[in-house]
């Protein structure tokens, strides 16, 4: 039932003029997540969430946003969603208080009521009263997050939303992103940021010139195994000279002192490994068989595609 999932696309495309922006994507998010909508520049993301968001028509297909079917019911649906797409935009001349009061004023006296615990979740208390010319990108990211707030929202909609913050404002954003999860709300992000996705997301969609082209949970999509075996061993050299000789280990590194990492052909294991490096005498403190990364399954996916 559409009711179980934050969002639901059936067959939605968006065509400009020949161009064919999202094409026939069927999107499942699950509630309480954090959702990566994960793929390179130009796959279509933004289009996806103006269109979710009402903001742009679909070309086909149908779209469920919180159970409510959408365009038909935005307004029963967007009463409970928070979004920014692309940067947020705020009046620089005014404090960040005016700001929210203005934003407030539309959404009920609820929302009016929310304005100072929003600010102060996102750390922005302090500099309330400061005009938002003056404020850092991060600082508006974070005051766009609280702006969401204002109508305690069951569904948060970020557009790229690290783009150009920091590491600490990264991890910031991170952060809030999780515990806005750990209060059952769904979090989904658009992003072309691997490895932020793989920080934050719970599960994610890898789209690519429109196409979902992969979509689960992420530990399921990257915990296949690699081929690659990280090793320990009391005698570095002497465990390189082993595994070189072996056929089926292909390239041997050390990666620290004491620590290889090799690739295993297909057919050859990491018991046989372990078994050749004990019997030339070499003590295996440890020896790990790599879990492919999320970038790992990015790439392949992509390459396969024939892209970059
Ligand atoms: P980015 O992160 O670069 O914005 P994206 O994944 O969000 O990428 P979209 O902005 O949704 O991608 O764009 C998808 C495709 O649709 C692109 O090829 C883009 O040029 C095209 N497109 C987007 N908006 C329009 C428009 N208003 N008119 C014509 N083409 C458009």
Redesign the pocket.
Known sequence: MASDYAVKTVGLTKK?GD?V?VDGVDLLIPRGVAFGYL?P???????LIRMLLGLTRATEGEMYLLGEKVPEHSSTALSKVGAIIEEPRFHGYMTAFENLKIAAAVRGPEAEERISSSLERVGLTDRANSKVSSYSLGMRQRLGIARCLLNDPELLVLD?PMNGLDPAGIMEFRYLIRSFVDEGRTVVISS?LLDEIEKTCDAISIVDRGKIVKQGMLEDLSGGYSGAVEVEVDDESMAVDVLSRMSGVGSVEVVAPKLLKFELKSGATAATANTELVRAGIQVERLTPLKKSLEDEFLSITSNLGIR
């Open positions: 400009y161009k922006a793929g520049n130009g796959a279509g993301k933004t289009t790229e072309h």
